[in-house]
């Protein structure tokens, strides 16, 4: 049997969770995603990650428009698994159904309406107008605000959903799937972390804390880079990974050096794969989400990220995380440099402590929040839509 995942664009990062859906679901199904890119290629994270893409090449013009619809005629599995409220995946998802009838299935990931609510309200003027102008001439990006209402308001016509965290839960309905890693692969490595330190450049001995992601104001890395200002000398170094060349990356890139005078170990984006062998890097993986309308309802992946590896993880209590990080890492309040960087200190200060904690989160990670467990949820998600409604 076959599942169409419908991805709403295959050059960003939806992608992503699209693709941990698909490597979970392939232990059961014939898994393909399908989408369009809407920038250059697949996503360079996962460009060369063992999946199958089926990738329709498309314009931010308002004449892509009928590629959405052309789109529909690709979606050939027995089942079709949406990924996001939003036209260029649940739109044509429901265009597909509309054509053939089948299961389908939405997975809603992160509250994007929200995402785009907020985004409207911190703009004035000219650019608020003109974001508006292009909602509507150009309905089928994914950051428009009408996309976003529309099929947001549409979710109960799905035959399922799914969800990767509990506010979503309880907005939307539908199984928690949690944004799980492969801890197969996602492991301590066994080679000795001085060598793979070398490699890059930095101390054997250096304390170091590493922030994994793009430099979005929400994920709260000015909060982290405050707590390590506020440390002086006892500071550990700071490892940036995934940092991108927009605006905000380059001003808050300058920033962290100028701060902590020049302690700052800077990458930029990473293919999946590398993920392991950078966070392995550092003493502690530091998420510090802020608290927003839109992170209540997103589980930064991160944070498996470094449970999966074993790496001390400190964090910030927004959505679910206080749960999934209980007794194995620490939470302090979100918007609260003092509180991370007491929390940092807390860390250095006993290291039998933080490798007990990483050690229940590796557990505690490979039980609930692994690629198997996923499977294991989907399996549920999936036979209850079968025996509704059996592929014809």
């Known amino acids: 049997m076959k599942v169409s995942i419908l991805c709403a664009d295959l050059s960003s990062n939806c992608l992503g969770r699209s693709y941990v859906l698909a490597r979970a679901l392939e ?79 939405l997975d809603i990931d992160d509250w994007d309406a929200a995402f785009v609510r907020d985004a409207l309200s911190g703009l004035q003027g000219w650019p608020r107008v003109r974001y508006l102008l292009g909602s509507t001439l150009r309905p089928h990006l994914n950051h428009g ?89 006892d500071a550990p170094a700071l490892l940036l990974v995934g940092v991108g060349d927009d605006p905000v990356s380059r001003r808050t890139l300058e920033t962290a050096k100028r701060r902590l005078r020049g302690r700052v170990h800077c990458y930029g984006p990473q293919r999946f794969d590398r993920v392991p062998e950078f966070l392995s890097l550092a003493d502690a993986a530091i998420v510090p989400q802020r608290d927003t309308r839109a992170t209540r309802g997103q589980m930064p992946a991160k944070l498996f990220d470094a449970m999966a590896l074993g790496v001390p993880a400190i964090s910030t209590a927004v959505s679910d995380i206080p749960e999934v990080l209980d007794g194995a890492g620490w939470v302090v309040p979100p918007g609260s440099p003092e509180a991370l960087r007491e929390a940092i200190r807390a ?11 990483a050690s229940i989160a590796r557990l505690r990670c490979a039980e609930l929040y692994s690629w198997d467990a996923m499977a294991r949820d989907l399996d549920d998600v999936f036979a209850s839509v079968l025996e509704a409604q059996p592929p014809r």
């Not at 209402?149 to 969800?163: E, G, I, M, N, Y």
């Not at 990767?164 to 928690?176: C, E, H, T, V």
Request: with cysteine; net charge positive.
């Open 145 to 233: 605000l009408w996309n976003n209402l529309l099929f947001d308001s549409l979710t109960r016509h799905a035959d399922a959903r799914t969800v990767s965290n509990s506010f979503l839960a309880r907005r939307y309905g539908g199984a928690i799937v949690w944004h799980g890693r492969d801890t197969d692969t996602f492991r301590p490595p066994p080679e000795d972390r001085a060598e793979s330190r070398q490699r890059h450049g930095i101390d054997a001995d250096e304390p170091l804390v590493v922030f994994l992601g793009t430099l979005h104001p929400y994920k709260g890395v000015e909060d982290l880079i405050e707590a390590l200002a506020g440390m002086g000398g």
């Open 347 to 357: 860390r250095f200060a006993d290291p039998e402590e933080a490798a007990r904690r």
């Open 27 to 105: 232990r059961r199904y014939r898994v393909e995603i399908v989408g369009p890119a809407f920038g250059d290629g697949i996503w360079e994270p996962l460009a060369t990650a063992p999946c199958r893409y089926r990738a329709w090449p498309a314009e931010r013009r308002a004449t892509s428009f009928p590629v959405l619809r052309r789109l529909a005629e690709w979606v050939d599995g027995d089942i079709i698994y949406a990924n996001k409220p939003l036209a260029a995946s649940y739109g044509v998802a429901l265009w597909a159904r509309l054509q053939r009838p089948r299961p389908l299935i």
